[in-house]
């Protein structure tokens, strides 16, 4: 295989680079930009190039942020200017035929992230036989606003594009349109259940990796609260022509200010899905019970540790913990069944549990409850021993890309992680990728669920008496 492959789409000749045995293609258009006259638009078909387009280097990032203050210190952030964000991203093994095939989707809480990230190189699963693809895809503002006579949920709807190009395009890289896993963490994961919820997107999937994703649509009313927040901050209405009047450095500007000093407890409302008759007509908790796509999905023990630091814990006292309680309406006897369960914790490690079940363990439980089709649940519980995150939100991604000694990965979980895990969750990935199972018991009434800890083992889902109190 040369140094300088090349492969014919439907949209022209891309040429990529080939390394050890695999080929890797970036940043290729699977929609067009999304500015200037397609701005705050659904996406458009990319155009056709004459000639070969040079698909060495990633594509242009979603307007964003970096992360702010202890958050920085611990999620990176890559930043490409240019107005091509919506690009896919292909690692290939040289002998691919007919090879399964992931389509990643990065989290970042809907408003950060990119699939430039180092962490998320796909040439681990290429090596195992897979073939890979990443996207980006619009976020914040541009991808989520609620907008009097803008298409919801735009964002959702550039992964539904970047999907059907995958299903239409992979098999020129050597993929099975057959056998498209989707996959995703946070963020990402909830994309993966937008896609699932979706008639059109969801007979593209075979499968589906959940990680630590809320799984609820809103109400339009209350998915478009960050909208007109910052529509009343700009002094400005809620439609397209005065949003696309300002300029996305603006519109981040101003979504700083509104969101500076928030906390998963207490804080500025941020973006989410808007139920939607086109776009995204049932929430994906209620659909995802019905369907028979098989399912991995999973958390990790100690989500809350990511966005609450050490001192912030220690300054949620008794009232803070009864004020967090009423808002997150969880009854009395749910608190005092979590102390039964941690009768160490403090008053902020028990709302953090408590924030970490209420919005991720708890609805993943119930859901894979009500499914007949083949569903395997998973809990990351290894502890870092960086800033006491523990099993903080984010923490396993370093194990599942089996790639420990990414500086991403380093800062999170420090030079000393076990490499014998990643190994075996890596391959708990790969396997369920190819066959549909990962390798452990599927979650039944005895919600059997896999351990990844120093020591992995199947358990019975902990805290299941506890977490039934939960609203």
Do not use: C
Not at 45 to 58: C, I
Not at 156 to 184: K, N
Not at 276 to 292: A, K, M, N
């Amino acid at each position: 295989m040369t140094s300088d492959p090349r492969i014919t789409i439907s949209t022209g000749t891309v040429q990529g680079s080939a390394e050890d045995g695999i080929r890797r293609f970036l940043g290729i258009p699977y929609a067009a930009a999304p500015f200037g006259a397609n701005r705050f638009r659904a996406p458009q078909p990319p155009a056709p190039w004459n000639g070969v387009r040079s698909a060495t280097a990633f594509g242009a990032t979603a307007p964003q942020l970096p992360y702010p203050g202890a958050i920085g210190e611990l999620l990176g952030s890559v930043r490409i200017d240019g107005d091509d964000i919506l690009t896919v991203n292909v690692w290939a093994p040289d002998d691919a035929v007919a090879a399964p095939v992931v389509l990643w989707i990065h989290g970042g809480a809907l408003e950060r992230g990119t699939a430039a990230l180092p962490l998320y190189d796909g040439s681990v699963f290429a090596r195992a036989g897979i073939v890979f693809v990443s996207i980006n895809y619009r976020l914040g503002a541009e991808g989520f606003s609620v907008l009097d006579d803008v298409p919801r949920n735009l964002g959702l709807r550039d992964v539904a594009a970047a999907l059907e190009w995958v299903h239409r395009e992979i098999g020129a890289f050597g993929g099975d349109a057959a056998r498209i896993t989707a996959m995703g963490e946070s963020a990402g994961g909830a994309l993966v259940a937008g896609l699932l919820a979706r008639e059109d997107t969801r007979q593209m999937i075979s499968g589906a990796i959940i990680e630590s994703a809320p799984l609820e649509a809103q109400t339009l009313a209350k998915a478009g609260r960050v909208t007109a927040q910052m529509a009343k901050q700009l002094g400005i209405r809620s439609d397209r022509k005065s949003f696309a009047a300002v300029a996305p450095e603006r519109l981040l500007e101003i979504r700083r200010q509104l969101s500076a000093g928030s906390s998963p407890l207490r804080g500025a409302p941020g973006f989410q899905f808007a139920i939607d008759e086109e776009s995204l007509p049932r929430s994906p908790h209620e659909v995802i019970g019905e369907i028979d796509t098989p399912l991995l999905i999973g958390s990790n023990t100690d989500e809350y540790r990511l966005w609450l630091t050490p001192d912030a814990l220690a300054g949620i006292t008794e009232l803070k913990l009864l004020v967090a309680r009423l808002a997150l309406r969880i009854p009395r006897r749910a608190v005092s069944a979590y102390r039964a369960d941690w009768p160490q914790a403090s008053p902020g490690e028990i709302a953090g549990q408590l924030l970490t079940d209420r919005m991720l363990r708890a609805p993943l439980s119930r859901l894979a409850s009500t499914r007949k089709a083949p569903t395997y649940v998973y809990e990351f519980a290894w502890q870092s021993p960086v800033r006491d995150l523990r099993a903080a939100h984010g923490l396993e991604l370093g194990f599942v890309f089996d790639r420990l000694g990414d500086d991403e990965a380093l800062r999170m979980a420090g030079p000393e992680a076990p490499q014998e895990l990643a190994a075996e969750m890596h391959a708990a990935w790969i396997r369920f990728i190819k066959t549909g199972d990962p390798g452990w018991p599927a979650f039944d009434a005895q919600r059997q669920t896999r351990l990844f800890d120093a020591e992995t083992t199947t358990v019975v889902q902990r805290r299941a008496t506890a977490m039934d109190l939960l609203p």
